[in-house]
Structures are given as structure tokens and as C-alpha cells.
């Protein structure tokens, strides 16, 4: 087994709602334990999907529980599963002090944790995430939210768990696609360490480029190395800027572009990932073209994501329909997008003063 880790989000204004993030091998068996020491709930609901209750279901024995599995995939991120979700904690007489669990990747995640948000005015939450995307990233900072049919993510809340418990076992089962799409999370990272105002330098870049192996090979040791800097940069990130009014933005590098791969693809050819480390592409491409980074940092970042193969190539876009799309991006202010673009080694800044001919330049030679 690897060493746990523990890593706290403090976010200042907000004492109570501090919480750890608990990372390990072979944790799932112990979930009844571990949660108790982060909830005094005495009942659980805990929702997931059909794939992780299939896999994982007989592993988590917390006492008191009624599950709710979901069907699997991201349309199911709606209303209708958000009613449900409420139904079941009514009909199972859930209180406020009780406990709702989110067990399973960023989609069970987002939308447990907004019905957790408004279920009796916001009750115990807790993450267990099971996908490489969740483990890295959405299971950290309190972002919650389901789909509208006019928009991802359009309806949500920032609300913080009481504990993330993380197996890194579970990643055993999960896709190499969906492993990839988790990593261009963590090459996010790698591309913003400087920028999240951590005093620790982890040099995520360099790790990323030393250890890939280990990481396709899910070595316990590095995959848990690798969460553990991810989420102390999220962490590091949020507890400055919860509600997103500045620097928690610099979280969407590649994102603004990604919206609309994933807008005009229906959310359907590409994964999360993939269109996120096209989207950083893009966003490289953008800095280099209007003078933000040097040829050869460009050329290195670029090499770090062919090196791990994310990024698909060979689509057709309408490059108008890609610009309009991008307005429609939450980050938007006042009829302006807003691109988190790299501005040097590891750090990013955030520009919207961009002209239409530069953002057709920064994502032709990707098209
Ligand atoms: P997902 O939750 O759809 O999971 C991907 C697939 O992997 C699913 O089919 C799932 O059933 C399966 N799976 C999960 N765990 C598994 C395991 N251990 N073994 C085998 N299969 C497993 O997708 P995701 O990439 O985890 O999350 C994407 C969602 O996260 C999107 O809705 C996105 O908007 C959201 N997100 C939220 C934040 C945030 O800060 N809240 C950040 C990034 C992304
Ligand atoms: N994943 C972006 C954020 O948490 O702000």
C-alpha cells in the first residue's frame, strides 16, 4: 500500500468548510471507517452508475446506505437525475446533518455535489472519485453543477465536500481514453504551476516528461505523486479565488476553445480531455502569435502533448461557428472572450483583447 496523503483546501473565509483530501491504495474497503471521521451523518446516500456499481458496488460497505445507480454518461447530468436525486434522500428521510456521497468520475461528481448543495439548504457531501479527470481536478474546489439543454454546466453552485477519499486502485478498470482524458488535466497543471501562487515548486512539467511510463503503467508511487501535486495546485488556487471573480480562471487554459469543440461536436466525438488538450494547443498557438512565449517553449509544450498522445487531429471545423461559439463561454464578460493564454514557462496570464484574425490564425493550423 502507498503512503496516504493528506493535503488540506483551506479556503480562509470559510474555516468550516475546510476539508482533506485523502489519497491511497485499496480505501474503498475502508470507506465506512474513514467517512465517519468526516461526518457525524447518520445516514448515507450514495449515488454512482451502472459501470462503478458493477465494478466496485460489493468494495464500499458504509453502514446506513441506500444507493441510487444512474445510467452512464454525461446527458444523464441533468434535471431529471437531479430530481431523482432528491426524491431518493426524501423517501430515505436524509437530514441535514446526514451524508450524500458522490461515487464515481466528474459527471456523478458535479451532480451529486449540486443536489447535495440545495438538498435541506446544503447537506454533508463527500467525493469518491473514480476517474483520473475527478481525482486530479473536479473533485477538488466545490465546483457543482448540471447541464441545461442551452448549455453545459449552466446551472450550479460552489459547494464544498467534507472529505475527498481517493483510491488510486479503481483507476485499474478505467479506459486508456478516459486515463488520457484525465492527463490533460494534469498537463494543464503543468502548464499553470507557476501561476497558482503555491510556495512549493514541483516542476510538473519536467515530472510529466521523466515518468510517463510509470504513469500509462499507473505506478502507485507516481500516480499518487502526481494527484497529490495537482490537487495542491487546485488547492492552492482555491483557497485564494473560490468563486472564480480572478484567479481561479487561470484553471480553464485551453477551456475557451475546447467549448466549442465540444459545442459544435455535440459532446459526442471527443471526450473532456481531448478537446481540453486541443484547446491548449490553440491556446500556445495564440501566445506564440501574439508574442507571449518564445518559439522554443512553444515547440516544448507541444512535444509534452504529442508525447501523450491526447490530442486527436484532423478535424473540420467552420471557423466562424467556432468564434461565435466561444462567446457563449461563461468566462465571456461585456461581449468579450477572455483567454487564458501561457506567458511564459509554467504560467499563464489572462488576455481578451484579441482580434478575430488572431483567433482564426491560433486555431487554423489545428483544423
Ligand atoms: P465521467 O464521469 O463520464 O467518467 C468517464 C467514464 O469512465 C464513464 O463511462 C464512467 O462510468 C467511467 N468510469 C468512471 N470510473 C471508472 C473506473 N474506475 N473504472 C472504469 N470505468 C470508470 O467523466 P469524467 O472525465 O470523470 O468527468 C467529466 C465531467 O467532469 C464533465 O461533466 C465535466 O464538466 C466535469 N468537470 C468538472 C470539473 C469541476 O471542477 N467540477 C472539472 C473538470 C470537469
Ligand atoms: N475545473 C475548473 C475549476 O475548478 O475551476
Avoid at 483551506?10 to 471521521?37: C, F, H, M, R, W
Avoid at 423517501?91 to 461515487?103: G, S
Avoid at 464544498?160 to 485499474?172: N, W
Amino acid at each position: 500500500m502507498t503512503q496516504s496523503i493528506e493535503l488540506k483546501v483551506n479556503i480562509p473565509e470559510k474555516k468550516a468548510y475546510s476539508y482533506d483530501i485523502l489519497t491511497g491504495q485499496n480505501l474503498l474497503i475502508n470507506a465506512d471507517e474513514i467517512v465517519k471521521k468526516y461526518t457525524k451523518a447518520n445516514k448515507f446516500l450514495i449515488v454512482t452508475n451502472e459501470t462503478i456499481a458493477k465494478l466496485y458496488m460489493s468494495e464500499v460497505n458504509i453502514k446506513n446506505s441506500a444507493w441510487l445507480i444512474l445510467e452512464d454518461g454525461e446527458e444523464y447530468k441533468n434535471l431529471e437525475n437531479y430530481k431523482l436525486i432528491l426524491d431518493t434522500a426524501v423517501e430515505h428521510k436524509l437530514e441535514r446533518n446526514d451524508c450524500i456521497i458522490a461515487f464515481g468520475g466528474g459527471v456523478i461528481g458535479d451532480l451529486t455535489g449540486f443536489a447535495a448543495a440545495s438538498y435541506m439548504r446544503g447537506c454533508d457531501f463527500i467525493q469518491i472519485p473514480t476517474t483520473l479527470l475527478a481525482q486530479v481536478d473536479s473533485s477538488v474546489g466545490g465546483k457543482v453543477a448540471i447541464n441545461h439543454e442551452h448549455g453545459k454546466n449552466l446551472i450550479g453552485a460552489f459547494y464544498q465536500p467534507k472529505l475527498v477519499l481517493t483510491d488510486i486502485s479503481v483507476l485499474k478498470t478505467l479506459p486508456l481514453r478516459q486515463l488520457k482524458t484525465g492527463l490533460a488535466e494534469v498537463l494543464k497543471y503543468a502548464f499553470i504551476e507557476k501561476s497558482c501562487g503555491c510556495p512549493l515548486n514541483y516542476r510538473l512539467f519536467d515530472f510529466l516528461k521523466q515518468n510517463k511510463q510509470e504513469i500509462f503503467d499507473l505506478n502507485p508511487d507516481i500516480i499518487s505523486k502526481l494527484i497529490d501535486i495537482c490537487c495542491t495546485l487546485k488547492a492552492s488556487v482555491v483557497n485564494q479565488d473560490e468563486t472564480e471573480k480572478g484567479l481561479r480562471a487561470i484553471l480553464n487554459l485551453g477551456h475557451t476553445f475546447a467549448h466549442s469543440i465540444e459545442n459544435l461536436t455535440n459532446y459526442t466525438t471527443y471526450t473532456h480531455g481531448e478537446a481540453v488538450a486541443m484547446g491548449i494547443k490553440m491556446a500556445f498557438k495564440l501566445a506564440l502569435n501574439i508574442g507571449l512565449i518564445s518559439k522554443d517553449y512553444f515547440e516544448s509544450a507541444m512535444e509534452l502533448i504529442e508525447d501523450y498522445d491526447i490530442a486527436p487531429a484532423g478535424f473540420n471545423f467552420d471557423k466562424e461557428k467556432f468564434y461565435e461559439e466561444m462567446f457563449l463561454d461563461k468566462k465571456a464578460q461585456n461581449g468579450k472572450i477572455r483567454f487564458v493564454v501561457p506567458n511564459g514557462s509554467s504560467s499563464v496570464v489572462i488576455v481578451s483583447d484579441v482580434t478575430k484574425q488572431q483567433v482564426f490564425d491560433s486555431i487554423e493550423s489545428f483544423l
